[in-house]
């Protein structure tokens, strides 16, 4: 008989591992308190890479990541991504260069760009840089159409998704045999814990502690423009790519940022920055901001795995989860239902917090 597995979460990461599962044969249900399309997940930049700033186990498991997009992609035609290329440009000469002959050394596709160069890329900067990295195996996806394509294929399969909210796990001796949701429980012989934010309080319900700190980020939307940009712009304090939609949206981090003690404030200051940099963008109109809170495990890498001395239950938190969601996804499901545990998620196990 098949596997039943309960995925809590319905953002990227949850409807990532849901496709998966079903795919492979298991009966899931996926349960969220947020409907589909998860609380992180449409706050995100959502820019897909493996770029700078990690350690190279950490950079393997992100380019992994990103091949895994694209057979995501053939195996689920009309999933909003665009590989539409990066030019970054947001440390100083020193660094940028460091980064990429580091990143050149692990097989990333650099190429060093000047001015000219930079100009034909993206020719509607108004200060084109002197110097940058461009990058253009590296994408987006529009992430809360990506994770409902995904669960929407996933109930094509078989899958159940169902609105409600966990008030705790269901444990006998040891083992979790389910949820408990309004009072009733629902059985399982395995329970994922892809719940973003909310992971700790409902892994806390068996005394299973996950060190999640959920940093603010401020990202701002224009309304729908004429054709600016071709790809992501990483330039210093200011994030920049436009949507599928034709929105322009920004952040001082890709990671969102600091929304202060006036968002509104910081959100206008950050618009009015981002249309001054772009020519052209006179016309273009601020919609909205939002305020996402980036469910990050405190030493900034993921979770994934089962969690050790409770059985029955698998975790996968993380941020980057635009990123890593297909390959999140086929690994969680390879390990759940054949007990293979992909070498490239060797670091990312909860037991390296105890120690
Ligand atoms: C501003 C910002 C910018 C970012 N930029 C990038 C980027 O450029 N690239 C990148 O790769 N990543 C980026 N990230 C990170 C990425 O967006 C997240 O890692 C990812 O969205 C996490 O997805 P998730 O499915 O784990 O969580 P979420 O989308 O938060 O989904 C959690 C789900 O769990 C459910 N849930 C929680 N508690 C309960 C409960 N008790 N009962 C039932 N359901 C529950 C929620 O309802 C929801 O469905 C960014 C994040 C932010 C905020």
């Not at 493996?50 to 195996?75: H, T």
């Not at 509104?264 to 200051?269: E, G, L, M």
């Given at each position: 008989?098949?596997?039943?597995?309960?995925?809590?979460?319905?953002?990227?990461?949850?409807?990532?591992?849901?496709?998966?599962?079903?795919?492979?044969?298991a009966?899931?249900?996926?349960?969220?308190?947020?409907?589909?399309?998860?609380?992180?997940?449409?706050?995100?930049?959502?820019?897909?890479?493996?770029?700078?700033?990690?350690?190279?186990?950490?950079?393997r498991?992100?380019?992994?990541?990103?091949?895994?997009?694209?057979?995501?992609?053939?195996?689920?035609?009309?999933?909003?991504?665009?590989?539409?290329?990066?030019?970054?440009?947001?440390?100083?000469?020193?660094?940028?260069?460091?980064?990429?002959?580091?990143?050149?050394?692990?097989?990333?596709?650099?190429?060093?760009?000047?001015?000219?160069?930079?100009?034909?890329?993206?020719?509607?900067?108004?200060?084109?840089?002197?110097?940058?990295?461009?990058?253009?195996?590296?994408?987006?996806?529009?992430?809360?159409a990506?994770?409902?394509?995904?669960?929407?294929?996933?109930?094509?399969?078989?899958?159940?998704v169902?609105?409600?909210?966990?008030?705790?796990?269901?444990?006998?001796?040891?083992k979790?045999?389910?949820?408990?949701?309004?009072?009733?429980?629902?059985?399982?012989?395995?329970v994922?814990?892809?719940?973003?934010?909310?992971?700790?309080?409902?892994?806390?319900?068996?005394?299973?502690?996950?060190?999640?700190?959920?940093?603010?980020?401020?990202?701002?939307?224009?309304?729908?423009?004429?054709?600016?940009?071709?790809?992501?712009?990483?330039?210093?304090?200011?994030?920049?790519?436009?949507?599928?939609?034709?929105?322009?949206?920004?952040?001082?981090?890709?990671?969102?940022?600091?929304?202060?003690?006036?968002?509104?404030?910081?959100?206008?200051?950050?618009?009015?920055?981002?249309?001054?940099?772009?020519?052209?963008?006179?016309?273009?109109?601020?919609?909205?901001?939002?305020?996402?809170?980036?469910?990050?495990?405190?030493?900034?890498f993921?979770?994934?795995?089962?969690?050790?001395?409770?059985?029955?239950?698998y975790?996968?938190?993380?941020?980057?989860?635009?990123?890593?969601?297909?390959?999140?996804?086929?690994?969680?499901?390879?390990?759940?239902?054949?007990?293979?545990?992909?070498?490239?998620?060797?670091?990312?196990?909860?037991?390296?917090?105890?120690?």
């Amino acid at each position: 008989m098949s596997k039943q597995v309960i995925v809590i979460g319905a953002g990227i990461i949850g409807a990532s591992i849901a496709w998966h599962l079903t795919k492979a044969g298991a009966q899931v249900t996926v349960i969220s308190e947020s409907g589909a399309g998860g609380v992180a997940t449409p706050n995100s930049f959502a820019w897909i890479n493996a770029s700078w700033g990690n350690p190279e186990v950490y950079f393997r498991l992100r380019i992994r990541a990103m091949a895994e997009w694209k057979r995501l992609a053939n195996d689920l035609p009309g999933l909003p991504l665009n590989w539409c290329g990066g030019l970054c440009f947001d440390l100083p000469a020193d660094r940028l260069e460091a980064y990429a002959a580091e990143h050149s050394s692990w097989g990333y596709g650099i190429e060093r760009v000047d001015a000219k160069r930079a100009a034909q890329i993206e020719p509607n900067l108004v200060e084109p840089p002197e110097f940058a990295v461009y990058v253009a195996e590296e994408g987006v996806a529009e992430p809360v159409a990506a994770a409902k394509a995904l669960l929407t294929d996933a109930e094509r399969r078989g899958a159940r998704v169902v609105t409600g909210t966990i008030d705790r796990l269901a444990l006998t001796n040891g083992k979790v045999k389910g949820v408990v949701i309004s009072g009733e429980t629902m059985a399982a012989d395995e329970v994922v814990i892809a719940a973003g934010a909310g992971a700790p309080a409902i892994a806390a319900t068996t005394g299973i502690k996950l060190p999640i700190e959920t940093p603010a980020g401020l990202i701002v939307h224009s309304r729908p423009y004429k054709t600016l940009l071709n790809g992501l712009v990483h330039a210093e304090k200011l994030h920049v790519r436009q949507t599928a939609e034709g929105r322009i949206i920004a952040g001082t981090d890709f990671a969102g940022g600091d929304p202060g003690e006036n968002p509104d404030a910081t959100a206008r200051d950050l618009f009015a920055a981002m249309k001054a940099a772009l020519r052209g963008g006179d016309g273009l109109e601020l919609d909205f901001h939002t305020v996402g809170y980036r469910p990050n495990p405190v030493d900034g890498f993921p979770i994934i795995g089962r969690a050790g001395g409770v059985a029955g239950v698998y975790v996968a938190v993380m941020h980057s989860g635009i990123t890593l969601a297909p390959a999140v996804g086929l690994f969680a499901t390879r390990e759940i239902l054949d007990g293979e545990r992909d070498p490239l998620l060797g670091p990312y196990g909860l037991s390296r917090f105890a120690q």
